[in-house]
């Protein structure tokens, strides 16, 4: 099976723009799930998805928004970059239902705000 | 913050060494996960440990849980050169897919 993929894979945004990154799960995953890491904060939950519903999200502005497709994948936004969103952004999928929750992580999107 | 934290931040060790890790979390659990990230990439999952159980092995890996203590410890034995990454323990206290990380343990394993 292929991975969990993300495009682009680095990004370099002016401060003020809006960026969209977009992440394909696992097939067969139908659970998202979005990560910021940054050195000072770590690794930091975003928001899930799960057909196509947003049910959790993690502490972050409204500035940080995402959606899922009836496919499963999704998008997250980020309107009004200030330069502490530079981080790398992780996707993460995972099989709902099984009783397995370890989370499939994608490379990132390396994300450059200046 | 819920972020857990992880002791020690770094470790150097030589290959063939075992290396142990350590992370406490601060809320109840259902379940404990370890990933490792290699330089700036995405994460992997190692193991899972699951609130009722108290130590699990994967090849190389042994993962220990204390809930009482609310801490766990990852021990990788045998350690080589490939293993030099960052250690994550994550903490799923409610719903499956938020997981909230420790701080993490940059690796090195010296050839």
């Known amino acids: 099976k292929a991975g969990v993929t993300q495009t682009p894979r680095y990004l370099i945004k002016t401060r003020g723009q809006q960026v969209t990154l977009s992440c394909s799960p696992i097939s067969g995953h139908r659970s998202v799930s979005w990560y910021q890491q940054t050195p000072g904060q770590g690794l930091q939950f975003l928001f899930e998805?799960?057909?196509?519903?947003?049910?959790n999200k993690g502490n972050f502005p409204g500035r940080f928004s995402g959606r899922q497709f009836s496919n499963s994948r999704s998008e997250m936004n980020v309107s009004t970059l200030e330069l502490g969103d530079s981080a790398l952004y992780l996707c993460?999928?995972?099989?709902?239902?099984?009783?397995?929750?370890?989370?499939?992580f994608g490379p990132g999107t390396r994300l450059t705000v200046t | 913050s819920q972020q857990g934290e992880e002791d020690p931040q770094a470790l150097s060790i030589q290959e063939g060494e075992n290396a142990t890790m350590n992370c406490s979390y601060k809320t109840s659990i259902n379940n404990l996960q370890w990933y490792r990230q290699n330089s700036g990439r995405g994460l992997v999952h190692l193991i899972l440990?699951?609130?009722?159980?108290r130590e699990k092995h994967s090849g190389r890996l042994r993962v220990t849980l204390d809930t009482s203590k609310k801490s766990s410890s990852l021990l990788i034995t045998a350690s080589r050169a490939a293993d030099t990454a960052s250690y994550f323990c994550a903490q799923d206290g409610g719903s499956a897919r938020q997981l909230t990380f420790g701080s993490g343990t940059q690796l090195t394993v010296l050839p």
């Open positions: 993460a999928s995972s099989l709902v239902g099984t009783g397995l929750y370890e989370q499939y």
């Open positions: 998805y799960f057909s196509e519903t947003q049910r």
């Open positions: 440990i699951r609130s009722n159980e």
